[in-house]
């Protein structure tokens, strides 16, 4: 069964994303669904961040692994990002 994500692994996204202007995100069901400029981009699952696959990100990461965010769902971009040192 997944664990749900920790709010110091949001606030650390959420610090590397600071020179972005309107991220925002809301809680659900223990996870955090992430906003650019009011839209979806993205999620923390499990303490991971994942991207929706729309055309701009596949290009940017051609090679980024594909995860599930949770049973059942959809594959989306899994971004090499680390949670501290």
Not at 16 to 23: C, I, K, M, R, T
Not at 46 to 68: F, G, I
């Amino acid at each position: 069964m997944a664990m749900a994500s920790t709010k110091e692994y949001l606030d650390y996204v959420l610090e590397q994303l600071s020179g972005l202007d309107e991220v925002s995100f809301r809680a659900m069901m223990g996870e955090y669904v992430l906003y650019y400029r009011g839209k979806v981009f993205g999620g923390i699952y499990d303490d991971r961040l994942l991207v929706k696959p729309v055309s701009a990100a596949v290009k940017l990461m051609p090679d980024a692994a594909m995860e599930h965010p949770y049973e059942d769902a959809k594959e989306i971009i899994l971004p090499v990002f680390y949670f501290g040192t």
